[in-house]
């Protein structure tokens, strides 16, 4: 199963604690929707970025439009980028991740196999993946971005081969200094994000994580609840909470001691619209910590 598929499996389980507040979210989610069919980013503009994670948000809520003008537009939208050559490497993933939350038989084949083809344009020397296309080293994000957009695609990359033992190769390579990850080799410190993201990779390719990940992830819990960025951010933030939690919960590592300091935590981000702030220092919810808020906080109805 995809990072994604796992990622809304456990985003559907937010239900259990949100109840009735269910509703306030897909209502702030639909207030993000426009006429063109795309969804707002933080400036009010469609935005294919932020449209991706509204969509999974939506699929996970039960409340994506189907059979209405605004699926309809939904796909209009995203047909308007045509194979994605136009998009950088990042967005490229995004209109793939976009497609996955739409019929099977909605994106024009010569389209999946042009998106394929641009996102393996970003394979790096190494056998990793980069956002530069024709590095010479991938980097933990990029791996994480493939893996996902492969699947996204129907084109997942095999556990066994040349190709999946080079990536594996590159993801181990970018270990830090501190048995962390971080997004390029050689660091002394790893981050939460790259963490995670690595540790997503190695298990989407049948590769256990190497010994200390989990204890390096476990040290990032903050006394107040949640998850930092990095052994010297000095607060917690919802992106590095949901990513640590999902990597976490992937390894089997116990954490639910910490459970009610979680979900005060998530309290915190919450707002009286149905949406979630990314750190104490964000004035302004989005549709991507929104989902993010849905992903930890299923994490921790279990």
Not at 182 to 200: H, L, V
């Amino acid at each position: 199963m995809s990072q994604r598929l796992q990622m809304l499996q456990v985003a559907r389980l937010a239900r259990r604690t949100l109840g009735e507040a269910t509703e306030l979210v897909v209502s702030f989610l639909q207030s993000l929707a426009t006429p063109g069919g795309g969804y707002c980013n933080r400036g009010g503009r469609p935005d294919l970025y932020y449209t991706s994670f509204a969509l999974d948000a939506l699929l996970a809520l039960e409340a994506l439009p189907a059979g209405n003008e605004q699926a309809a537009a939904t796909r209009c939208y995203l047909d308007a980028f045509g194979d994605g050559s136009r998009l950088d490497y990042v967005h490229r993933c995004c209109l793939a991740r976009a497609w996955a939350s739409q019929p099977t038989d909605a994106l024009p084949a010569e389209h999946r196999a042009a998106l394929l083809a641009g996102v393996e344009r970003h394979r790096a020397a190494d056998g990793g993946y980069n956002s530069r296309a024709g590095a010479a080293r991938g980097t933990a994000y990029g791996c994480f971005l493939a893996m996902n957009a492969r699947a996204d695609l129907k084109q997942p990359l095999p556990e066994s081969g040349s190709e999946a033992e080079q990536l594996a190769a590159c993801v181990l390579s970018l270990r830090a200094a501190d048995g962390g990850w971080s997004n390029s080799g050689d660091q002394p410190e790893g981050s939460t994000t790259a963490t995670a993201a690595a540790i997503a990779t190695l298990r989407s390719l049948g590769r256990a994580a190497p010994i200390g990940a989990d204890e390096w992830l476990l040290a990032r819990r903050h006394p107040a609840g949640g998850f930092t960025a990095a052994p010297d951010a000095p607060i917690p933030d919802l992106l590095s909470t949901a990513v640590a939690l999902h990597a976490l919960d992937a390894l089997e590592v116990p954490w639910r001691e910490h459970r009610d300091s979680m979900l005060d935590f998530l309290d915190t981000l919450w707002t009286a619209e149905g949406a979630f702030h990314g750190s104490w220092a964000d004035d302004e919810p989005d549709a991507e910590y929104t989902f993010y808020g849905l992903v930890a906080l299923g994490h921790c109805s279990v």
